[in-house]
C-alpha cells in the first residue's frame, strides 16, 4: 500500500539563531557566575543534559588563552557597551555591531544582555 506524506505546512517556531563567532558573553551557571569572554565557535556534543536550541551543540568560549569552556545559550548573558551595542572581540566597524545588535534583540529579550 502507498501512503502519501502530507505537508506540515508552516510551524511557529523560529529557526534558531546563533550568537555569533567574537561576541562577548558571560557564563552564569555551574560555577562560572560572571566568568567573561567570547564565543569562540560551536562544539558538537554527544551526552550531557544542556545544549543548544539545535539539540547537538554547545558553545565554544575563549575565556583567556589557551582557556577555553563550554556553556549551552540559556546560561549566557551578552554583553553591551555604554551605547547599548553588541561588544565584539578584536576590532569591528560599527555597522556590523550594530547589525549584530539588532539581529540579538529579535531573537532574545532584554534579560538576556548585560551591560
Known amino acids: 500500500m502507498f501512503h502519501e506524506e502530507k505537508s506540515k505546512g508552516p ?5 534558531w539563531t546563533r550568537i555569533p563567532d567574537g561576541t562577548k558573553v558571560r557564563h552564569t551557571s555551574d560555577g562560572h557566575d560572571g566568568c567573561d ?4 565557535g560551536l562544539t558538537e556534543i554527544i551526552n550531557g ?4 536550541p ?3 551543540t554547545l558553545y565554544r568560549l575563549n575565556v583567556g588563552t589557551p582557556q577555553r569552556t563550554l556553556a549551552a545559550e540559556a ?3 551578552i554583553l553591551l557597551d555604554q551605547e547599548g551595542l553588541v561588544q565584539v572581540s578584536g576590532k569591528s566597524v560599527l555597522e ?7 539581529q540579538l534583540h529579535h531573537t532574545f529579550d532584554d534579560s538576556r ?3
Open 49 to 52: 543534559p544542556k545544549r543548544n
Open 54 to 56: 539545535d539539540g547537538k
Open 113 to 115: 544582555f548585560a551591560k
Open 75 to 77: 546560561d549566557l548573558l
Open 96 to 102: 556590523y555591531r550594530r547589525s549584530v545588535t539588532k
Open 11 to 15: 510551524t511557529s517556531e523560529k529557526p
Open 37 to 40: 569572554g567570547f564565543i569562540d
